[in-house]
């Protein structure tokens, strides 16, 4: 199987809403994003079907190897040999995915956040950073757009982690800073059983208005100059904070299931920034 092959599989294998918003960039440009995020899916798994920690942190120290050694002009993974093409095009830089590996091996090593800087500083590894390269590959021309697409990265993960939290508890994590459990009085063995409360819907309304504070300071930090450049990024935006509202409206019914959006509706979501220009 050629790389280009097995990238493109393993991104629409995924199931991601990512997917969506590759699909009307250029074609090399949706190459170079495709590999790109198979790079992200590849180290992510990782750490998703991790059954023994000891061994995970061994596949994500050979995956920091394969980066450097793909930096050296010698990549041995289907994935880095697709990737590293676009790297001099797109300026995709070894220190960013050596930052996304970073931010999965934190998930090996912890499993609770003390505060919410200590959850930024995991946010902006495995969302953040992502979002910086997205933008490069998607055609940034003004520096300002690696703020917004730092804001972005943060809201889109903490939306995923409003999503997960009952999926998270079923792997003993806990992403909700714990001292924002203290604030509203939830206490993490209710969060690990799944039990919900008045306390958990104040506690998970608090997490959905910084949320979409994020997604306005996002919006307020693109420069026109990139705006047409951005809109797989301002799909993204859309999809995902469609979703989040979709969270709110179910009353953060989150601990028992995966509140999701129907293909067909990405797609909708897609097309209409795509069209329109907005979201």
């Given at each position: ?8 599989e ?25 590999a ?7 180290v ?75 959850l ?41 982690i ?12 806990i ?26 819907t104040?506690?998970m ?12 300071q996002a ?13 797989p ?31 067909l509706?990405?797609?909708w ?11």
């Amino acid at each position: 199987m050629r790389p280009e092959q097995y990238v493109q599989e393993k991104a629409a294998g995924s199931g991601s809403s990512f997917y969506y918003a590759f699909l009307f960039l250029p074609v090399p440009r949706r190459a170079a994003i495709t590999a790109f995020y198979a790079f992200c899916r590849e180290v992510d798994d990782v750490v998703d079907d991790a059954v023994d920690m000891g061994v995970a942190a061994t596949k994500l120290a050979w995956w920091s190897q394969e980066v450097s050694r793909a930096f050296a002009g010698n990549p041995t993974h289907p994935t880095m040999r697709a990737l590293l093409p676009h790297a001099a095009d797109y300026g995709i830089e070894e220190r960013q995915l050596q930052d996304v590996i970073a931010g999965c091996r934190i998930d090996l090593e912890q499993t609770r956040y003390l505060d919410y800087p200590n959850l930024e500083r995991y946010c902006h590894l495995v969302a953040g950073v992502v979002g910086e390269v997205a933008a490069r590959i998607f055609g940034q021309q003004n520096a300002q757009t690696t703020q917004y697409a730092h804001a972005l990265g943060q809201a889109l993960q903490l939306t995923n982690i409003i999503r997960d939290v009952g999926e998270d508890a079923l792997r003993g994590r806990i992403y909700l800073p714990v001292s924002e459990l203290q604030q509203f009085d939830v206490k993490a063995h209710e969060v690990l059983k799944r039990q919900y409360s008045d306390r958990f819907t104040a506690l998970m309304q608090f997490q959905a208005r910084r949320a979409h504070a994020l997604y306005d300071q996002a919006l307020q930090l693109l420069p026109d100059q990139d705006r047409r450049s951005q809109k797989p990024g301002l799909m993204m935006a859309s999809i995902y904070r469609t979703l989040l509202q979709e969270i709110e409206a179910t009353g953060f019914q989150v601990l028992h299931q995966r509140v999701r959006l129907t293909p067909l509706r990405k797609l909708w979501l897609a097309w209409r920034v795509q069209a329109l220009g907005r979201m």
